[in-house]
Protein backbone atom coordinates (compact mmCIF):
# COMPACT_ATOMS: atom_id res chain seq x y z
CA UNK A 1 0.00 0.00 0.00
CA UNK A 2 0.91 3.61 -0.35
CA UNK A 3 1.52 6.52 1.87
CA UNK A 4 -0.95 8.41 3.68
CA UNK A 5 -3.83 9.53 1.64
CA UNK A 6 -4.22 12.73 2.89
CA UNK A 7 -7.81 13.60 4.38
CA UNK A 8 -9.31 17.24 5.27
CA UNK A 9 -6.79 18.21 8.38
CA UNK A 10 -5.32 20.97 6.43
CA UNK A 11 -7.80 22.05 3.53
CA UNK A 12 -5.68 24.98 1.94
CA UNK A 13 -3.10 22.34 0.62
CA UNK A 14 -3.89 20.44 -2.63
CA UNK A 15 -2.49 17.00 -2.41
CA UNK A 16 -3.53 15.79 -5.86
CA UNK A 17 -4.96 16.72 -9.05
CA UNK A 18 -7.98 14.63 -8.56
CA UNK A 19 -11.43 16.03 -7.75
CA UNK A 20 -12.19 15.75 -3.78
CA UNK A 21 -13.59 12.18 -3.76
CA UNK A 22 -16.13 9.89 -1.48
CA UNK A 23 -14.82 6.37 -0.06
CA UNK A 24 -17.51 4.48 0.55
CA UNK A 25 -16.17 1.99 3.41
CA UNK A 26 -17.21 -1.22 5.33
CA UNK A 27 -16.79 -1.76 9.00
CA UNK A 28 -14.83 -4.80 9.89
CA UNK A 29 -17.11 -4.89 13.53
CA UNK A 30 -20.03 -4.76 11.31
CA UNK A 31 -18.93 -7.91 9.64
CA UNK A 32 -18.95 -9.95 12.62
CA UNK A 33 -21.30 -12.69 12.44
CA UNK A 34 -21.77 -12.74 8.87
CA UNK A 35 -22.35 -16.06 7.05
CA UNK A 36 -24.24 -17.05 4.20
CA UNK A 37 -27.57 -17.52 3.93
CA UNK A 38 -28.52 -20.66 5.41
CA UNK A 39 -25.40 -21.43 6.83
CA UNK A 40 -25.15 -19.54 10.32
CA UNK A 41 -22.73 -21.99 11.70
CA UNK A 42 -19.83 -21.20 9.17
CA UNK A 43 -19.03 -17.39 9.52
CA UNK A 44 -17.28 -16.10 6.69
CA UNK A 45 -13.41 -15.93 7.04
CA UNK A 46 -11.17 -13.26 7.09
CA UNK A 47 -10.30 -13.07 3.39
CA UNK A 48 -13.89 -13.82 2.11
CA UNK A 49 -15.23 -10.96 4.20
CA UNK A 50 -12.45 -8.63 2.50
CA UNK A 51 -13.34 -10.30 -0.87
CA UNK A 52 -17.09 -9.63 -0.28
CA UNK A 53 -16.05 -5.99 0.87
CA UNK A 54 -14.25 -5.24 -2.39
CA UNK A 55 -16.49 -7.02 -4.82
CA UNK A 56 -19.49 -4.74 -3.39
CA UNK A 57 -17.51 -1.96 -4.50
CA UNK A 58 -16.56 -0.33 -1.17
CA UNK A 59 -13.20 1.46 -1.38
CA UNK A 60 -12.07 0.16 2.24
CA UNK A 61 -12.06 -1.31 5.69
CA UNK A 62 -12.78 0.69 9.14
CA UNK A 63 -11.25 -2.13 11.28
CA UNK A 64 -8.55 -2.29 14.34
CA UNK A 65 -4.63 -2.18 14.38
CA UNK A 66 -3.73 -5.24 13.76
CA UNK A 67 -1.73 -7.62 15.60
CA UNK A 68 1.66 -7.65 15.05
CA UNK A 69 1.38 -11.93 14.20
CA UNK A 70 -1.49 -10.64 11.81
CA UNK A 71 -0.08 -7.36 10.29
CA UNK A 72 1.55 -9.37 7.31
CA UNK A 73 -1.48 -11.09 6.61
CA UNK A 74 -3.31 -8.00 6.50
CA UNK A 75 -1.40 -6.16 4.08
CA UNK A 76 -1.46 -8.90 1.60
CA UNK A 77 -4.98 -9.37 1.78
CA UNK A 78 -6.12 -5.60 1.74
CA UNK A 79 -2.89 -4.79 -1.01
CA UNK A 80 -4.65 -8.16 -3.03
CA UNK A 81 -8.29 -6.56 -3.04
CA UNK A 82 -7.22 -2.92 -3.26
CA UNK A 83 -8.70 -1.64 -0.33
CA UNK A 84 -7.96 0.96 2.17
CA UNK A 85 -7.69 0.37 6.16
CA UNK A 86 -8.97 3.30 8.57
CA UNK A 87 -8.52 2.15 12.49
CA UNK A 88 -10.21 3.13 15.41
CA UNK A 89 -8.81 4.23 18.93
CA UNK A 90 -10.26 4.22 22.52
CA UNK A 91 -8.03 6.82 24.50
CA UNK A 92 -8.89 8.25 27.83
CA UNK A 93 -6.18 10.59 27.79
CA UNK A 94 -3.30 12.11 25.37
CA UNK A 95 -1.18 9.83 27.02
CA UNK A 96 -3.03 6.84 25.53
CA UNK A 97 -3.12 8.85 21.91
CA UNK A 98 0.74 9.28 22.46
CA UNK A 99 0.87 5.61 22.75
CA UNK A 100 -1.83 4.91 20.21
CA UNK A 101 -0.11 6.88 17.39
CA UNK A 102 3.12 4.98 18.57
CA UNK A 103 1.65 1.67 17.48
CA UNK A 104 0.51 3.68 13.88
CA UNK A 105 3.97 4.19 13.52
CA UNK A 106 4.94 0.32 12.67
CA UNK A 107 2.54 0.75 9.22
CA UNK A 108 4.35 3.35 7.56
CA UNK A 109 1.87 5.42 6.41
CA UNK A 110 -0.91 2.60 5.74
CA UNK A 111 -3.64 3.53 7.75
CA UNK A 112 -5.82 5.91 5.70
CA UNK A 113 -6.96 8.35 9.22
CA UNK A 114 -8.34 7.31 12.99
CA UNK A 115 -11.79 7.16 14.31
CA UNK A 116 -11.65 7.70 17.90
CA UNK A 117 -14.02 7.47 20.32
CA UNK A 118 -13.01 9.14 24.04
CA UNK A 119 -13.71 6.90 26.58
CA UNK A 120 -14.03 9.66 29.39
CA UNK A 121 -17.84 10.44 29.27
CA UNK A 122 -17.86 12.08 32.60
CA UNK A 123 -15.36 15.07 32.25
CA UNK A 124 -16.43 18.15 30.90
CA UNK A 125 -16.50 21.61 30.16
CA UNK A 126 -12.61 22.88 30.32
CA UNK A 127 -11.31 19.39 31.19
CA UNK A 128 -12.84 17.92 28.00
CA UNK A 129 -12.21 21.04 26.11
CA UNK A 130 -8.25 20.21 26.86
CA UNK A 131 -8.12 16.95 26.32
CA UNK A 132 -9.64 17.45 22.34
CA UNK A 133 -7.39 19.71 22.08
CA UNK A 134 -4.69 17.75 22.99
CA UNK A 135 -5.71 15.24 20.95
CA UNK A 136 -5.96 16.88 17.87
CA UNK A 137 -2.23 18.60 18.45
CA UNK A 138 -0.76 14.87 18.65
CA UNK A 139 -2.74 14.13 15.67
CA UNK A 140 -1.35 17.35 13.52
CA UNK A 141 2.18 16.79 14.92
CA UNK A 142 2.65 13.49 13.87
CA UNK A 143 0.44 14.29 10.46
CA UNK A 144 -2.24 11.76 10.90
CA UNK A 145 -5.59 12.09 10.42
CA UNK A 146 -7.92 11.47 13.36
CA UNK A 147 -11.46 12.29 14.10
CA UNK A 148 -13.74 12.81 16.90
CA UNK A 149 -16.61 9.94 16.77
CA UNK A 150 -20.44 11.15 18.20
CA UNK A 151 -20.64 8.57 19.81
CA UNK A 152 -22.83 7.66 24.01
CA UNK A 153 -20.57 6.71 26.49
CA UNK A 154 -17.80 8.69 25.12
CA UNK A 155 -16.80 12.23 25.67
CA UNK A 156 -19.45 13.32 22.95
CA UNK A 157 -21.90 11.73 24.23
CA UNK A 158 -24.36 14.75 25.35
CA UNK A 159 -25.51 16.83 22.15
CA UNK A 160 -25.38 20.06 24.26
CA UNK A 161 -21.37 19.28 25.13
CA UNK A 162 -20.37 18.21 21.80
CA UNK A 163 -21.91 21.76 20.41
CA UNK A 164 -20.14 23.41 22.85
CA UNK A 165 -16.61 21.66 21.78
CA UNK A 166 -17.60 22.92 18.58
CA UNK A 167 -18.17 26.39 19.62
CA UNK A 168 -14.33 26.24 21.36
CA UNK A 169 -12.12 23.97 19.18
CA UNK A 170 -11.72 25.25 15.96
CA UNK A 171 -9.76 21.99 15.16
CA UNK A 172 -12.35 19.56 16.03
CA UNK A 173 -13.30 17.41 13.57
CA UNK A 174 -15.89 14.68 13.51
CA UNK A 175 -16.96 11.37 12.69
CA UNK A 176 -20.66 11.79 12.69
CA UNK A 177 -23.28 8.84 14.12
CA UNK A 178 -26.22 10.82 14.99
CA UNK A 179 -27.73 7.20 15.73
CA UNK A 180 -26.68 7.91 18.98
CA UNK A 181 -27.97 10.81 19.71
CA UNK A 182 -31.78 10.13 18.30
CA UNK A 183 -31.85 6.79 20.44
CA UNK A 184 -30.37 8.88 23.63
CA UNK A 185 -32.84 11.47 23.00
CA UNK A 186 -35.71 9.41 21.86
CA UNK A 187 -36.17 11.27 19.23
CA UNK A 188 -38.90 9.73 17.09
CA UNK A 189 -39.74 13.14 15.27
CA UNK A 190 -37.31 15.41 15.03
CA UNK A 191 -37.89 19.13 16.84
CA UNK A 192 -36.38 22.46 15.27
CA UNK A 193 -34.30 23.18 18.28
CA UNK A 194 -32.31 19.38 17.56
CA UNK A 195 -32.15 20.02 14.08
CA UNK A 196 -30.33 23.83 14.43
CA UNK A 197 -27.81 21.79 17.35
CA UNK A 198 -26.94 18.33 14.97
CA UNK A 199 -26.84 20.98 11.96
CA UNK A 200 -24.31 22.95 14.27
CA UNK A 201 -22.14 19.73 14.38
CA UNK A 202 -22.62 18.87 10.47
CA UNK A 203 -20.34 21.89 9.63
CA UNK A 204 -17.03 19.86 11.35
CA UNK A 205 -18.21 16.97 9.29
CA UNK A 206 -15.06 14.73 8.41
CA UNK A 207 -16.24 11.05 7.99
CA UNK A 208 -20.16 9.44 8.15
CA UNK A 209 -20.94 6.36 10.14
CA UNK A 210 -23.70 5.18 8.82
CA UNK A 211 -26.77 3.75 10.78
CA UNK A 212 -30.81 4.55 11.30
CA UNK A 213 -32.39 5.01 14.37
CA UNK A 214 -35.30 5.14 15.77
CA UNK A 215 -35.47 6.90 18.79
CA UNK A 216 -36.04 4.02 20.98
CA UNK A 217 -33.45 1.34 19.02
CA UNK A 218 -30.01 2.78 18.42
CA UNK A 219 -30.12 0.35 14.79
CA UNK A 220 -33.19 -0.46 12.97
CA UNK A 221 -33.77 -2.18 9.65
CA UNK A 222 -35.08 0.67 7.18
CA UNK A 223 -36.50 -1.39 4.97
CA UNK A 224 -35.70 -3.48 1.53
CA UNK A 225 -36.23 -0.31 -0.32
CA UNK A 226 -35.49 2.41 2.43
CA UNK A 227 -38.70 2.71 3.57
CA UNK A 228 -38.14 3.47 6.92
CA UNK A 229 -39.13 7.18 7.59
CA UNK A 230 -36.25 7.66 9.82
CA UNK A 231 -34.05 7.30 6.77
CA UNK A 232 -35.00 10.62 4.81
CA UNK A 233 -34.07 12.40 8.38
CA UNK A 234 -30.26 10.36 8.20
CA UNK A 235 -29.96 11.04 4.66
CA UNK A 236 -30.50 14.41 5.11
CA UNK A 237 -27.76 14.66 7.80
CA UNK A 238 -25.54 13.39 5.75
CA UNK A 239 -26.04 15.07 2.74
CA UNK A 240 -25.11 18.29 4.99
CA UNK A 241 -22.00 17.03 6.15
CA UNK A 242 -20.74 16.03 2.39
CA UNK A 243 -21.41 19.51 1.65
CA UNK A 244 -20.16 21.40 4.46
CA UNK A 245 -16.69 18.79 3.75
CA UNK A 246 -16.81 19.48 -0.20
CA UNK A 247 -16.87 23.74 0.40
CA UNK A 248 -13.75 22.90 2.63
CA UNK A 249 -11.69 20.68 0.19
CA UNK A 250 -8.89 20.34 -1.13
CA UNK A 251 -8.10 18.99 -4.68
CA UNK A 252 -7.08 15.19 -3.69
CA UNK A 253 -8.98 14.72 -0.53
CA UNK A 254 -10.76 11.74 0.75
CA UNK A 255 -14.12 11.55 2.29
CA UNK A 256 -14.87 8.29 4.46
CA UNK A 257 -18.64 7.00 4.67
CA UNK A 258 -18.13 4.07 6.64
CA UNK A 259 -21.52 1.58 6.75
CA UNK A 260 -21.95 0.44 10.30
CA UNK A 261 -24.72 -1.88 10.71
CA UNK A 262 -23.45 -3.87 14.32
CA UNK A 263 -23.63 -7.34 15.00
CA UNK A 264 -26.09 -8.02 18.20
CA UNK A 265 -27.03 -6.51 20.58
CA UNK A 266 -26.99 -3.46 18.17
CA UNK A 267 -28.59 -5.72 15.97
CA UNK A 268 -32.10 -6.73 16.94
CA UNK A 269 -32.84 -10.22 17.68
CA UNK A 270 -35.49 -12.28 17.89
CA UNK A 271 -34.44 -13.78 21.25
CA UNK A 272 -32.67 -10.90 23.48
CA UNK A 273 -31.87 -13.13 26.08
CA UNK A 274 -30.42 -16.60 24.70
CA UNK A 275 -27.69 -16.56 22.26
CA UNK A 276 -28.77 -13.74 20.03
CA UNK A 277 -28.15 -15.41 16.94
CA UNK A 278 -31.14 -14.63 15.12
CA UNK A 279 -31.75 -10.99 13.77
CA UNK A 280 -34.54 -9.68 12.22
CA UNK A 281 -32.66 -8.24 9.20
CA UNK A 282 -29.74 -8.99 6.73
CA UNK A 283 -27.24 -6.58 7.78
CA UNK A 284 -25.09 -7.59 4.66
CA UNK A 285 -28.19 -6.62 2.33
CA UNK A 286 -29.00 -3.35 4.66
CA UNK A 287 -25.41 -2.17 4.20
CA UNK A 288 -25.23 -2.20 0.73
CA UNK A 289 -28.33 -0.53 0.59
CA UNK A 290 -26.75 2.21 2.50
CA UNK A 291 -23.96 2.52 0.29
CA UNK A 292 -26.17 2.87 -2.89
CA UNK A 293 -27.85 5.93 -0.89
CA UNK A 294 -24.57 7.38 0.32
CA UNK A 295 -23.64 7.11 -3.42
CA UNK A 296 -26.29 8.40 -4.84
CA UNK A 297 -26.64 11.51 -2.56
CA UNK A 298 -22.81 12.27 -3.04
CA UNK A 299 -23.47 12.33 -7.60
CA UNK A 300 -26.08 14.53 -6.88
CA UNK A 301 -24.50 17.47 -4.71
CA UNK A 302 -20.82 16.48 -6.07
CA UNK A 303 -21.66 17.60 -9.06
CA UNK A 304 -23.98 20.87 -7.89
CA UNK A 305 -20.00 21.68 -6.03
CA UNK A 306 -17.79 20.68 -8.88
CA UNK A 307 -16.63 17.65 -7.95
CA UNK A 308 -17.10 14.22 -9.13
CA UNK A 309 -14.83 12.10 -7.20
CA UNK A 310 -16.98 8.58 -5.65
CA UNK A 311 -15.59 5.33 -4.78
Known amino acids: MGGLVELNMKPSIPISSNSPRMDVQMSWWAMNGLHSSGDRQS ?8 QRIAEAGFAGVNAFIPEPAQAKEWRRLLEQYGLTLSVNAYPKSAVDMTEFIEKLRAYDGAVQYVNAQVM ?7 SAEKLLHDIARLAED ?14 TQDLLRTVEYVNSLPSLRLTIDFSHYV ?19 LTRTSCIHARVSNGEQVQVNVGEQGEHPMLSHFERWWESGMRHWLAQASLGDHFPFVCELGPPPYAITLDEYGD ?16 DRARSIWSRISKSQGSTGLA
Request: charged share 25%.
Open 43 to 50: AWSQEAKL
Open 120 to 126: TPFIVDT
Open 142 to 155: ARIHVFIETHRGTI
Open 183 to 201: VAGEMRTISDEAEALLQTL
Open 276 to 291: KSDEISDRWTQSLLLA
